[in-house]
């Protein structure tokens, strides 16, 4: 908003982009501070509209940190939002005893009920951009799901395609984007046959204005066979480490904007940009092993997610045994990572690599087997949980 500025402190570099590029798109003067002592200097000398901290900082405790700015002159009057990693509720308490005035977890829904408090605290202007759906993050965005896993090799990126191409037929009037985010080098343009021009690395190198909606509704190749529309993931790693984390951002909002369901595979790539896009989902698809020494690696992601405020009411957790039918069983499963399974991939033998290798999706090339039928069943699932999540 023109004439309007937010103070953003947050020591998380990739969180403090993220919501710079959204308030900037929203015409807003950003300035963002690494510590919270850089933000008090800051806050005093600038004197935002706003300021939007993670009071998990590490140089200032939260209370210190907001009882500096109520007790200055400067910032006494200063709108606070607390935008937390931390779930726990001591904190929050903490914050709002001090004088912070909103405090939200970090989550999907964050970006939402700010721009509901934006429109509350401004005046009518951003409220008006809202109703006319002007907002990339309008109630009115898509579905936005997240496969990752915590080792390669675990069939994540096949598992994402073929409930994606089921996801689109029993949604058949909807709109459906995968976004192979793998990086350096993506993997499901190769399993779906996709050789097309534009990938992940190309649209990232063009300026942000030019990949609107429309760049990518029109340009992104639908497969007659898979039947959703597809961004590959970059073709080569050199290509892909070249990439800026802020572009990535900016690209799933757009997605968000264009279509329907979104459809996001970060396999094992878990870091501070997937970890927003984590944080952001309607729902989060985890693939778990059968093998003992991989699935101790997806109890420490999971571990990790939960202490990022992830909440496990959105975890689709499938175990995968189509990969090898060796391992542990569902229980032994759920027991060490801490999750229920919703859904359990049956061994397939050699029809799960013979699939991907014929660049078909299994519900089309063994329509008979139990496989497809549980593709149908928890395409459907996830839907409704990711609605449910969404609009309660």
């Known amino acids: 908003m023109v004439g309007r500025s937010i103070l953003i402190v947050d020591d998380n570099p990739a969180s403090r982009i993220y919501h710079a590029n959204f308030f900037q798109g929203k015409q807003f003067t950003v300035i963002e501070a690494p510590t919270g002592k850089e933000g008090l200097i800051i806050a005093w000398r600038d004197q935002p509209d706003l300021i939007l901290f993670d009071p998990t900082l590490r140089d200032i405790t939260d209370r210190d940190f907001v009882y500096k700015l109520r007790n200055d002159s400067r910032t006494e009057k200063t709108r606070l939002i607390a935008l937390s990693s931390d779930p726990g509720a001591a904190r929050r308490e903490i914050c709002l005893r001090a004088g912070v005035d909103e405090y939200l977890i970090k989550s999907s829904q964050a970006i939402l009920v700010l721009e509901e408090i934006l429109a509350r605290i401004f005046d009518t202007e951003y409220r008006t951009n809202i109703a006319n759906g002007t907002s990339n993050h309008s109630k009115e965005s898509g579905l936005l799901m997240v496969f990752l896993s915590a080792k390669g090799g675990t069939g994540t990126s096949s598992l994402c395609a073929n409930l994606a191409m089921n996801i689109q037929r029993a949604e058949p009037e909807a709109s459906v984007v995968v976004a192979d985010l793998v990086l350096p080098i993506g993997s499901i343009g190769s399993i779906v046959g996709d050789d097309g021009k534009i990938n992940l690395a190309t649209a990232a190198g063009l300026p942000s204005g ?50 329907d369901f979104i459809i996001l595979d970060i396999g094992r790539s878990l870091s501070r940009i997937s970890l927003l896009l984590i944080q952001r989902a309607d729902l989060i698809v985890l693939i778990v092993p059968t093998d003992q020494s991989t699935i101790k690696l997806t109890q420490t992601v999971w571990n990790y997610l939960q202490t990022q405020g992830v909440d496990n009411q959105k975890v689709y957790a499938i175990l995968n045994q189509a990969v090898g039918s060796e391992g542990l069983t569902r229980a032994q499963a759920e027991e060490i990572v801490g999750l229920p399974i919703k859904t359990t991939m049956p061994y397939m033998g050699g029809n799960f690599a013979s699939a991907n290798n014929l660049n078909q999706p299994i519900t089309i090339k063994y329509p ?23 609009f309660g």
């Open 210 to 259: 030019q990949t609107n909606t429309e760049y990518f509704r029109r340009n992104l190749q639908k497969s007659e066979l898979w039947q959703f529309q597809l961004l590959p993931g970059s073709p080569d790693p050199q290509y892909g480490n070249m990439i800026q984390g802020e572009r990535i951002g900016q690209i799933v909002d757009t997605l968000c904007s264009a279509y």
């Open 368 to 390: 008979t087997d139990t496989a497809s039928m549980i593709l149908k069943g928890t395409a459907g699932d996830m839907v409704s949980l990711a609605r449910r999540r969404r």
